[in-house]
């Protein structure tokens, strides 16, 4: 091995040697690497910012042409016209420069513990410096861009022998790179060096806890994705740099992983990989893509693009001892040609076997874009591994992050989407181009693979996308949160052979899902001071008309970390109320949406469907409860119990007056003609009521039995007759003087009730009383004789009908003489006051026989006839020893009275016809 020395930091200043198979190789690939840079896809579309730290330490001193080579080939691919690419540089031995006065360095404006990006702009703005710290490199004409080309070839590979390694450059381009970089331009920053970082008194490294801490405040002040490569070349003291943490920080902030863009190189080959990789990195490029979408056809290149072409890119590469292949036209015609050479000043001892290398870019511009298809580029001889064609397409992956409930996309506030703790959402990626904006969805698209990464720092985490298989160009990732805090989401979309692409990284925070919704209710009028409404009261006014009434108004304020939604409904109360919001009304079911902190005014409607079950407003009214949701993914929710308080007009019914007093004052004087006629009465007038009042509205008493009253009503004039209900007026004279007239009305559905009480003089005439009390005594007299008659005839006992006695007389035919007496005989009650009503008798044979209730009595004159009863087996005589006028002998239907003489007759009681022996 060839002896090492070191420069002032101690570093080596030569290297090793290796095979010429090998370097020829790593040449080649470096070529083709480096090369592939320039297709930018869809990086040279949009907008890119690359940042370069370059190491000229002394211990670069053998290993700088390559390098700067590669950064040559780099700086080819990009395109700084239209202001599209920009680069910004710096070298140690420039910032050395820039805070050194005379050899000794100026007084820092931070110390080692102040290194932040505040301090940084203390020092860029320090009249001190003797030069700038970076600088800004113009390429945005082609003899600018081929100047800085030039330039690095020939300045960088000049190496300063005792230059150290500072960390602030690093910083400085940190800050200068989140200066220029514009929302959504992705910026990279490539840091080129072969050791670890000075730590000395002059200039002190950070503590690894401050370096952490300073690029988490760098990150936040991107407004695109930021992605660091470190390259660390032939190293012997990789340790040390993972100590000190600077590579370690960097890439877990602004990479997610340290891996991710940390290289480490020991040779030729490993150095071609990693350039390889950071160019590929940058440029977004697919690597293998030649197989399947170029061939070689003689001298011409036949591209078989499957998207449309805006730039395409030749680079040639070799030994400069070799001519390069050379385009000579295009199947498209004549566009808008750049060229740009670079080339290797010198060989390195580390890799003398490369020798020196030479390339030459071509771009081509086509405006409009060469749609999908074939095309042809012919070159002066075939092309080899020497020639790279590389192409640029107007597209960019677009992401949006999608509610997993409503399938709608979440908006971001400054740039920053806020998600809710375990709440699905869905990462949406889409293909689309740049300019217009439009789904890219052609048929090679269905080979695409999609990858998207979650990260924060020190953890990163891959989730899993699926293409969606009816919309090439388009893919879904699930997305579940489940810690609080910060994130970034990276995407890619890979076309094998062809594309790679990545979108703009979303920034996310997740928060936590619950929110409060502080509700305010206000009334829309007061309360009336009459009524006891309490706090919890909302005046409801209703008037009978069909308007529709606002009662009160919701002030809902919505507190959270993140804009959403919340819903609204009104629970209990009766049907005819409504929720509107901006004068809309507002279904239980929609959402009304709200940053933090902003208020949202609901309206509480009457609406004309609305009837109050009454109208008595103290009676505690009728509940209201108003519930706030917030809607997924928000949680959280405010209900707000109210009542409300129904007020219905008071109405009156006030007297205007009476037909004997228009006034109103005296009550009216009536004798018993005028109760009869109807003539005289009230007038009222119906005072604030809902709706006109009608005769069935309306009820009239008097508290007497022998009056009543007429009810009159038009067109809101009511009169009041009062009628007599006695046919007499000697009855009016019993119950004259003052009575009191209550009118009372009460509407319809019973909301309304009012009540009025007027007085009335009933005073008949004398004349009227006289004819009226004679009349009545009369009726009396004849009522008393009908009773005593009526009472006389029901205690007149009669014989029934078809009631009779045979005689027999001793004749061949017995006689049958009927009971029933004379018919006229009931005339004798209509004397009953004068006389005693006898009972119906019959005359037979000296027998006189009056009607009983079990047959008939024998009624005894002064002595008892001389007949012998067969029941008894005595004589009359016999029977009753001692007669006296009108003594009775009861005789029971079927008895038999015989005469006690020779032959002497024979009577039998029957009591019908058919009862005979």
């Not at 390694?165 to 331009?185: C, D, G, N, W």
């Not at 998207?307 to 070799?318: C, E, K, N």
């Not at 009390?773 to 009396?780: D, R, S, V």
Request: charged fraction near 20%; aromatic fraction near 6%.
């Amino acid at each position: 091995m060839p002896p090492m020395t070191t420069d002032r930091g101690g570093r080596r200043a030569d290297g090793t040697g290796v095979s010429q198979p090998r370097v020829r190789m790593a040449v080649a690939l470096l070529a083709l690497a480096l090369a592939l840079a320039a297709s930018g896809w869809p990086s040279a579309a949009q907008a890119r910012v690359v940042g370069i730290m370059f190491d000229d330490s002394g211990s670069m001193m053998p290993r700088s042409h390559l390098p700067s080579f590669a950064i040559q080939l780099l700086i080819s691919s990009l395109d700084g016209r239209d202001d599209r690419d920009r680069v910004f540089t710096t070298q140690l031995s420039q910032f050395l420069y820039a805070v050194s006065v005379g050899g000794d360095l100026i007084s820092l404006p931070f110390h080692s513990d102040q290194v932040d990006s505040d301090g940084i702009d203390r020092l860029l703005s320090s009249p001190t410096l003797a030069g700038p710290p970076y600088s800004p490199r113009a390429i945005g004409t082609r003899d600018l861009q081929q100047a800085l080309i030039d330039t690095i070839g020939e300045k960088w590979p000049v190496i300063r022998p005792g230059t150290g390694t500072p960390y602030i450059p690093i910083e400085v381009m940190l800050r200068v790179l989140a200066r220029e970089t514009k929302p959504e331009e992705p910026a990279f920053l490539v840091i080129v060096t072969d050791g670890d970082f000075d730590n000395d008194k002059e200039m002190p490294l950070p503590s690894p806890e401050h370096l952490r801490d300073s690029y988490e405040k760098y990150r936040s002040q991107f407004k695109g994705p930021l992605h660091v490569f470190f390259l660390l070349i032939a190293s012997e003291d990789e340790a040390a740099v993972e100590q000190q943490k600077v590579r370690a920080n960097l890439l877990e902030v602004f990479n997610g992983k340290a891996q991710d863009g940390a290289y480490t190189v020991g040779d030729v080959g490993s150095l071609i990989a990693a350039v390889k990789a950071i160019v590929g990195r940058i440029s977004a490029t697919d690597l293998d893509r030649f197989q399947s979408y170029l061939s070689v056809q003689g001298n011409d290149l036949v591209v078989d693009s499957p998207l449309s072409l805006s730039r395409i890119t030749i680079m040639s590469t070799g030994s400069d001892q070799t001519p390069l292949a050379k385009l000579m036209k295009t199947s498209f015609g004549e566009v808008e040609r750049l060229e740009f050479d670079a080339r290797m000043n010198d060989v390195d001892r580390q890799w003398p076997a490369i020798g020196r290398q030479r390339a030459r870019t071509v771009h081509l511009r086509q405006s409009p874009a060469l749609p999908p298809g074939k095309y042809t580029l012919s070159f002066d001889r075939p092309p080899g591994t020497g020639v790279t064609v590389l192409f640029e397409a107007n597209v960019t992956l677009k992401v949006e992050i999608l509610d997993g409930e409503t399938n709608l996309p979440v908006p971001p506030t400054n740039n920053r989407v806020t998600l809710v703790l375990r709440h699905d959402y869905k990462a949406h990626l889409t293909l689309v181009d740049r300019d217009s904006g439009n789904t890219i969805a052609t048929p090679p698209l269905s080979k695409a693979v999609y990858q998207a990464f979650l990260s924060r720092p020190a953890d990163t985490r891959s989730l899993t996308v699926v293409a969606d298989p009816n919309r090439p160009g388009v893919a879904y990732a699930d997305l579940r949160p489940e810690q609080v805090g910060a994130y970034d989401l990276a995407t890619s979309m890979r076309l094998p052979g062809f594309l790679t692409t990545t979108g703009q990284p979303a920034a996310l925070d997740v928060v936590n899902s619950l929110v409060s919704l502080d509700t305010r209710i206000d009334p829309e009028q007061p309360c009336p001071a009459a009524l006891s409404c309490g706090s919890q009261g909302i005046p409801v006014p209703y008037d009978g008309s069909s308007d529709t009434r606002r009662v009160a108004k919701a002030v809902i304020t919505f507190r959270g970390a993140l804009p959403g939604g919340f819903t609204v409904q009104l629970e209990g109360g009766p049907p005819g109320f409504e929720l509107r919001y901006a004068g809309q009304p507002l279904n239980s079911d929609t959402p009304v949406m709200a940053s933090p902190g902003e208020s949202r005014t609901i309206e509480l409607v009457r609406t004309p469907a609305w009837r109050p079950a009454t109208g008595n407003a103290g009676q505690g009214g009728f509940p209201l409860t108003l519930i706030a949701t917030a809607r997924a993914p928000l949680t959280g929710s405010s209900r707000v119990e109210r009542r409300g308080i129904p007020l219905v007009p008071t109405a009156t019914l006030a007297v205007t007056g009476n037909d004997q007093d228009p006034t109103g004052v005296s009550p009216p004087r009536l004798d018993a003609a005028a109760l009869e006629n109807g003539t005289t009465g009230w007038r009222l007038e119906a005072r604030d009521t809902l709706k006109p009042p009608t005769v069935n509205d309306l009820h009239v008493r008097i508290p007497s039995l022998l009056l009543s009253a007429a009810v009159e009503v038009d067109k809101g004039r009511i009169r009041v007759i009062p009628r007599s209900a006695a046919w007499c007026a000697c009855l009016l004279w019993i119950d004259g003087g003052m009575h009191d007239v209550i009118v009372t009305y009460t509407s319809d559905n019973g909301l309304q009730t009012a009540s009025q009480r007027t007085k009335v003089d009933i005073a008949p005439g004398k004349r009227e009383i006289l004819q009226g009390c004679g009349l009545l005594a009369l009726a009396l007299l004849l009522l008393v004789w009908l009773i005593g008659a009526l009472a006389a005839a029901a205690r007149r006992r009669r014989f029934p009908p078809g009631s009779f006695l045979k005689v027999d007389e001793g004749g061949a035919v017995p006689r049958y003489r009927e009971l029933k007496g004379n018919p006229w005989s009931w005339l004798t009650c209509l004397v009953w006051f004068a006389i005693r009503v006898p009972h119906e008798r019959c005359q037979e044979g000296g027998l006189t026989l009056e009607a009983s209730s079990h047959g008939a009595n024998i009624i005894c004159d002064r002595q008892w006839p001389n007949y012998f009863l067969d029941r008894m087996g005595q004589t009359l005589a016999e029977i009753h020893p001692e007669p006296r006028p009108n003594s009775v002998i009861a005789l029971f239907w079927g008895d038999k009275l015989q005469e006690a003489v020779a032959k002497g007759s024979k009577i039998t009681l029957k009591d019908q016809i058919n009862d005979d022996d």
